[in-house]
């Protein structure tokens, strides 16, 4: 079974600039997930989908953050303008309907200069 | 969600049983400890997660108190790919509920 999908891995930009993740998550699997997480933090959720509803957007910086998940599947998280304290690692998860488990993949690590 | 509470770090020898401690003390009733980990430049990985009853799995033991105030994850052969950071977490059951990860005990696995 393939596992979460995301690209880039890395992406170095200039600040002010935009850049866009994207994410396909596990086939079947309901609910998708972003995260945040800096160096040597856990993890923090930007942004939870139910099928293509956003149900839990409450950590995303709504200013220049931006998501979306057309017909349910695949997923998009935009940055526009990029800032320096942007820098992390971007991270997508799914999970079955119902279940906790989530499931994450590799992340992209993004670098703004 | 409740909070947990866990060492910064810990070293374990090769082949030997790592033990992971961790402390929730204001876990509610209906709420689930769960355990991912991280190896290095990759996204986390789930391990197991319970209620109130020890769980094993092909990874790994949880052995959670009987007051659910704190539980133990057991890794019963450690290798040097089990050198991660390991997260306790506590939630409820369902995709409802948030993972709200800390920072975890980074774990070391020696020759």
């Known amino acids: 079974e393939a596992g979460v999908v995301q690209s880039p891995r890395y992406k170095i930009i200039e600040k002010k600039q935009p850049v866009a993740f994207w994410c396909n998550p596990i086939?079947?699997?309901?609910?998708l997930y972003w995260y945040l997480q800096n160096l040597g933090q856990g993890p923090e959720l930007l942004i939870r989908y139910e099928n293509e509803e956003a149900v839990d957007d409450s950590q995303l910086p709504k200013d220049r953050f931006s998501a979306e998940r057309l017909k349910g599947v695949d997923s998009t998280l935009k940055i526009q303008p990029a800032e320096l304290g942007d820098s992390a690692v971007y991270l997508c998860a799914s999970s079955p309907e119902g279940e906790n488990e989530q499931f994450f993949g590799p992340g992209t690590r993004l670098t703004v200069l | 969600d409740a909070k947990t509470t866990q060492p910064t770090s810990m070293d374990c020898a090769e082949g030997r049983a790592a033990n992971l401690p961790c402390n929730h003390s204001t876990i509610s009733g209906n709420e689930y400890v769960y355990w991912y980990r991280q190896i290095h430049s990759q996204g986390p990985q789930y391990i197991i997660h319970g209620l109130k009853n020890n769980e094993t799995n092909e990874m790994a033991s949880l052995i959670i108190t009987e007051d659910r105030k704190s539980s133990t994850l057991i890794l019963p052969h450690a290798t040097l790919r089990d050198t991660a950071v390991y997260y306790c977490?506590?939630?409820?059951?369902?995709?409802?509920?948030?993972?709200?990860f800390g920072t975890g005990t980074r774990l070391q696995v020696t020759l």
């Open positions: 977490i506590v939630s409820s059951a369902g995709t409802a509920s948030k993972l709200t």
């Open positions: 086939s079947g699997h309901n609910t």
